[in-house]
Structure formats: structure tokens, C-alpha cells
């Protein structure tokens, strides 16, 4: 099992509120492997972002993880000291955000806070951290990066911070880099820049790429497999190329479905009827059975397990007979 | 309430809005004495048709102009110049377009032309008309999470409207009619006394239709309805406005910077670029002979969900220039691979290249692009 880089394993959690319970997370399982770039898509609230937290070792105070693991490097991020979670974050793993200006400190200009990232993790003094951050700008094809480093974060556009964070979280040459939804606040043809450097960074470094998005185009464009979530659990898992062209989960069905296009034009759009479950009383069985025109007696009652339905291709859905995995 | 003579089944379509020159500037301040000292033109001079019963697109990156274009067009705030003829009868709507494309005006045609374009100019409506014309135009919002009062409940969000539009109404009757909207519009009783915290996004954008409906408009504005939204969410709002449109004859002005999703859903596009439009067209001229190379930067970038096209977005370079300091001549000379000398001094003018279709480039000009 070498080629794994991270392997998130039955996670299972709950988190308490006023309001009660939460069961959020249900026995969620994916891995990625070296070199990749793997996608996690979903619509809000699916538990997409509370996976990528818990990844970095980020367990919010009310969080009860009822079962599982995440095996970062063959060890378990759960288990970990702060301060053996403090020699991995940002250095071995480093993250992304959706909001890149809100990432950055606003009364710091993007030098010291460039510096400062890149002192913490290698030992130089800062004339050579200076250099360093330039250099970092000038890999991710910042313009004008000199400017760059004297500025303060609200000088900059969504697209040159969005760089800067990059530059930041690759500093130290991490094994994984979670991007969380990074291109959504861009505009589109900023996303396409942003979308290429990732890919051109990941070649060049040889990172993987936890690519998070509810974006099934750019997901499409990227990522070489995916993971899709729904209310808490993956339901589709494989290659990108087999789950889009040919999707066997109900749910990636009409996801797929939902989005315009122009043979649509003139027709009513196929949509997934209802909302998503409340965390507070989910759906028995399958989450997705409430909406889904195929739900059976059995979908009710007890939650599908991941089956094959074809090459690099899987699904939980009791449509599908298949081999168990 | 509505006026005879718009509601008929009719094969051809009239204009229901003409645009003429439209601007928005608003001032920089700066010093103690909050001197003026620049302007930002985030509409910087458009000029555009919306027929009945269509729906009009526009497309645009963030800072394009576009949210401000539409606020400007209901007044909302306040235009700097320009005019907005709205809502004239067809005759009237047709003579002036006849006299508008008439090569040369006489003193009595200008005449003409001037004292109808005068008499339904929205520019020059007092507060108090304007109080009563927007009862004809509405506008839903980006973001259905703040655009409730948190502490009203959904009866009488919506209910205050009419109200204030209609003040011998009865409680009762406002009940009756409040829910009536929200029906129409896939909510239920349930959602009558319910609070915005208690919605979903996509509930709340069904409620922000239902209040743009309360007063039987003609035309809405769609300013972004459905980018806080996901896409499963956004497909049941999009069929909804369909349906809504082709029931109660609605006119849309749909912005978005999604091109698919205004691909889907207009008749005819404008695509702007830093207060100006770029390219204007059917929605067939525009995706599919677009001829402006911001309108084809666009369309490179767009990520399809299609894993065949995996690697075929082509990034444009650079960034949107602020408005408050926009290039010199063409405003995307500086990010276009075709600019010459020509686009570097002078503003495009929007050409004619067949149909109807216009762009703004200096490539369609005979004799300018060398």
C-alpha cells in the first residue's frame, strides 16, 4: 500500500449541539494516492469541508468521532499529539481556502506573512526567507511579484491572493495540499487560471491535491478520480472519467442531470426533488432514499455498501448487485 | 391591474424596455474636504432592446457592471445618464425604434422622437410615479439570506409589500393572497409563519420570487438568483421562473457571470465587460458564432462536467482592470491576444456583423484592424 498517501477509513462522526445531535459524518472511506489529484465533490453541507478539517487534524470541541481512522503516511492523524500535529500541518499537509483575502492576515503585508510561514517550518534565517518567498511568487506565476510582497492583503484581486495562499502552502514542499473549494469566489476566467496552476504545481512538485469543490466541471477538468458525497456518507467512488460519463448512483445521476446545458434549452430542467436531510434526524438507511425516484423497500432500512459496477468505478446503492468491493 | 393590450397571445413581440446610453458613474472622494476626484463608470454608456415576454441575459465577470446596470434600469439607484423607455404601447415603442434607425431625421421627426421617448422615459417619472411604476418591475436578489427582514415572518415579508402598494387591503385578504404567491411559487401554508432562518436558500429564493410576483409585474430583474444556490437547487429555480414566465407572460432581465446557466435560460445575451457591452446577440449568435475575443475567452474557461474535455480550458491572462482607472481605448485591449495599435487609442464602436448580432471590436470594422 505504498502509493497511499492518506486513507480515510469508516469515519464516523457526530457533532453536539444545543439543538441535539448532529450525525454527520457516516462512515466515510477514500483514499488517495501519491502524485494525484483526487476530487471530493458535493453540495453544501454534505460534510466535504468537515472531512477536510479533520484530515489536518482540526477536531472542533464538539466533535465525536464514534469510529474510524485517517491514515496519513500509514499514521493516524486522530491519534496524534498537538505537537506531532503541529510537525505535519502546514508542512507535510497545508490547505487552501474558498475566501483567500478573509485567509490572510489584513495588518500584515504579504511579505512577513510569506516570511513568517517559512521560518516556521525550515530553518533559515529572513533574508533567505525573503528570497525564498519571492521565488515561491514567482512559481506560481504572481505578476509583478516584488509589488506583491509589499503589499497588503486588500491590495490584492481574489486571484493574486488566491496565489499568494498557494505559494504559502507549498513553501515547504507539502506531500498533500487540501484545497478547499479555492476557485469558487473567482470569477471564471481567473478560476481557469488558478485551475492550471494547481495542475502545472502538482506535476512539478509531485504532491497529491484533495481537490474539494461542489463543482462537477471543475472537477471534470482535474481531478483523475472523485469521490461524491451526499449528506455525510461517499456514495460514488472511482475515476473521474467513468462516474461522470457513465454515473450509476442515483444521486450522481441527477446531479449530472441538474446542470444546464443547451441541449436542455426550451425543456424543464431535470432536477433532484426536496432538500438535503437534516443532520439531526437523517434518513434511516440510505441518506438519499427520501429523494430518490429509484428508492426500494430495502433503501429504507439498511445503508448500501460500496459495490464495483465497473472498471475503477464504485457505488453505494442497492440498485446495483455488483462485487462487493 | 395590468394595463390593456399586454397580455394578449401574440405572435409577433414588442419591446417592453428600451435602454438608450445608459451610465452609472460614481464619484471617488478623497481629502478632508471629500473633493471629487475621479469617477468609477461601472456603466460607462449601454444601449440594449428587451422584448416581451423574453428573457434578456448578461453575462459578465465580477466589477462587468452588470448588478449596477440593473439596479440603474429600476432606479434603485439613481442613473447618471441615459434613457429607460418603459412599458409604452406597442405603437409607440415601434415608432420610435422606426425613427430611431431612420438615416436622417427632419426638425419634426426629432421632435417627434424627442416628446415620445419624454413622455415614457423613467428618467424623467417624479418619486411618486415611480412609486407606482415599479408595481410593473421587480427584482429578486443574489442572496435570498439577506434580502428578508430577519425578524418579520414570511406572511408578512411579503405581505408588507402589498400593503404599502395597496393599503385597503385587509389582513385577511393579505393572507389569502400572500399565500396564493407562495403556492405558486412551491411553497406551503407551512412556510406562512415561518421566520428566513427557517428556510433553506433555495425556500428563500422561491419566497423572493413569490414577493417579486406579489404585485403582478411585467418585468423582473434576476440579479444572480441562483449562484448562492446548489445545482440540484438551482435546476428546481430555474424550471420555476420557466413556469412562472410562460403563465403570467413575464419579461426577465437575467444577470449572471454563469454562462451555462444563461445559456439555458435567455433569449438573447449582452456580454459585458467593464461597464460596456462587448457583444449582444440572440443566445445562438452569441454561444455559437460568438465573434468578440472576450466573449471566446469566456467560453475557453468554462469548466464542462465532461470528462472528454478534461484539459481543454484555456486560461485568458490577466486580470479585470479596476474601473476606477480603466485601459484607454478598447477596455480589454489588455488582455487580448488580437490588440493592435488601433484598440491601444480608440473605443470600438458595437458594429452590426449580421442580424442583429453586435460587437464591439475593432476586428469587424472594415478598414480599422491593421
Given at each position: 500500500m505504498e502509493d497511499v498517501i492518506l486513507s480515510v477509513e469508516n469515519l464516523t462522526v457526530d457533532f453536539y449541539t444545543y439543538e441535539g445531535v448532529l450525525h454527520v459524518l457516516d462512515d466515510v472511506n477514500f483514499k488517495i494516492k501519491r502524485g494525484e489529484i483526487f476530487g471530493l465533490v458535493g453540495e453544501s453541507g454534505c460534510g466535504k469541508s468537515v472531512t477536510s478539517r479533520l484530515i489536518m487534524g482540526l477536531v472542533a470541541n464538539n466533535a465525536n468521532i464514534r469510529s474510524g481512522r485517517i491514515l496519513f503516511n500509514g499514521k493516524d492523524v486522530l491519534k496524534m499529539s498537538e505537537s506531532e500535529l503541529n510537525r505535519i500541518r502546514g508542512k507535510e499537509i497545508s490547505m487552501i481556502f474558498q475566501n483567500p483575502i478573509g485567509s490572510l492576515n489584513p495588518v500584515f503585508k504579504v511579505k512577513d506573512q510569506m516570511i513568517n510561514v517559512i521560518m516556521n517550518h525550515q530553518e533559515v534565517d529572513k533574508d533567505t526567507a525573503l528570497d525564498k518567498a519571492l521565488k515561491l511568487l514567482k512559481l506560481v506565476n504572481m505578476p509583478d511579484p516584488e509589488r506583491v510582497l509589499e503589499s497588503y492583503p486588500f491590495e490584492l484581486s481574489g486571484g493574486m491572493a488566491q496565489r499568494v495562499m498557494i505559494a504559502m502552502a507549498i513553501s515547504s514542499k507539502p506531500k498533500l495540499l487540501i484545497a478547499d473549494e479555492p476557485t469558487t469566489a473567482l470569477d471564471v476566467t481567473i478560476q481557469a487560471q488558478i485551475l492550471k496552476l494547481i495542475k502545472e504545481l502538482q506535476e512539478k512538485l509531485g504532491m497529491s491535491v484533495l481537490f474539494i469543490t461542489h463543482d462537477l466541471g471543475v472537477v471534470a477538468q482535474l481531478c483523475d478520480r472523485i469521490g461524491v458525497m451526499y449528506a455525510g456518507s461517499v456514495v460514488a467512488y472511482g475515476s473521474t472519467y467513468n462516474i461522470l460519463k457513465n454515473p450509476k448512483h442515483p444521486y450522481t445521476m441527477g446531479l449530472m442531470g441538474a446542470i444546464p446545458r443547451p441541449e436542455h434549452k426550451g425543456k424543464p430542467l431535470p432536477s433532484i426533488k426536496g432538500s438535503v436531510p437534516n443532520y439531526l434526524d437523517p434518513p434511516k438507511g440510505c441518506r438519499f432514499h427520501p429523494r430518490c425516484q429509484y428508492a426500494m423497500e430495502i433503501c429504507k432500512k439498511e445503508k448500501p455498501r460500496m459495490v464495483k459496477v465497473g472498471e475503477n468505478h464504485y457505488v453505494a446503492c442497492w440498485l446495483h448487485g455488483g462485487e462487493e468491493d | 391591474m395590468l394595463p390593456a393590450g399586454s397580455m394578449g397571445v401574440r405572435k409577433i413581440s414588442h419591446p417592453l424596455l428600451l435602454v438608450r446610453n445608459l451610465k452609472k458613474y460614481f464619484p471617488i472622494k478623497a481629502g478632508v474636504m471629500q473633493k471629487v476626484v475621479g469617477y468609477v463608470k461601472a456603466v460607462d454608456g449601454v444601449s440594449f432592446d428587451v422584448y416581451r415576454s423574453e428573457t434578456f441575459g448578461v453575462v459578465g465577470e465580477s466589477g462587468s457592471g452588470k448588478t449596477t446596470m440593473g439596479l440603474s434600469i429600476l432606479r434603485l439607484i439613481e442613473p447618471t445618464e441615459g434613457e429607460i423607455i418603459f412599458d409604452a404601447p406597442s405603437e409607440v415603442m415601434m415608432e420610435i425604434k422606426k425613427l430611431e434607425t431612420k438615416e436622417r431625421l427632419s426638425d419634426r421627426d426629432k421632435k417627434r422622437l424627442e416628446e415620445l421617448k419624454k413622455r415614457y422615459d423613467l428618467m424623467k417619472k417624479d418619486k411618486k410615479e415611480m412609486r407606482s411604476i415599479r408595481r410593473k418591475m421587480q427584482i429578486v436578489f443574489q442572496d435570498p439570506y439577506t434580502?428578508?427582514?430577519?425578524?418579520?415572518n414570511m406572511r408578512d415579508n411579503i405581505g408588507v409589500i402589498l400593503k404599502t402598494h395597496y393599503p385597503e387591503l385587509s389582513g385577511k385578504d393579505i393572507d389569502e393572497r400572500v399565500l396564493e404567491l407562495l403556492e405558486k411559487c412551491g411553497l406551503a401554508k407551512r412556510h406562512l409563519r415561518r421566520f428566513p432562518h427557517q428556510l433553506s436558500g433555495g425556500e428563500l429564493q422561491r419566497a423572493s420570487i413569490a414577493r417579486a410576483l406579489a404585485l403582478n409585474p411585467e418585468f423582473i430583474v434576476m440579479d444572480e438568483p441562483t449562484s448562492a444556490l446548489d445545482v440540484s437547487v438551482q435546476a428546481q429555480i430555474l424550471d420555476l421562473m420557466q413556469e412562472l414566465q410562460k403563465d403570467m407572460k413575464l419579461t426577465y432581465l437575467f444577470i449572471s457571470h454563469d454562462l451555462s446557466v444563461v445559456h439555458y435560460i435567455s433569449d438573447k445575451i449582452a456580454v459585458m465587460y467593464l461597464g460596456n457591452i462587448v457583444e449582444l446577440g440572440t443566445t445562438e449568435q452569441v454561444f455559437e458564432e460568438m465573434k468578440h475575443p472576450y466573449t471566446k475567452a469566456l467560453m475557453e474557461s468554462i469548466p464542462y462536467p465532461d470528462p472528454d474535455k478534461k484539459g481543454t480550458i484555456k486560461p485568458l491572462y490577466g486580470t479585470i482592470p479596476s474601473p476606477r482607472n480603466p485601459p484607454p481605448g478598447c477596455k480589454f485591449h489588455t488582455r487580448c491576444p488580437y490588440a493592435k495599435d488601433v484598440c491601444k487609442k480608440l473605443a470600438p464602436p458595437l458594429v452590426d456583423v449580421g442580424d442583429g448580432h453586435l460587437v464591439a471590436c475593432w476586428k469587424y470594422v472594415e478598414g480599422a484592424y491593421k
Open positions: - | 434580502s428578508f427582514n430577519p425578524r418579520m
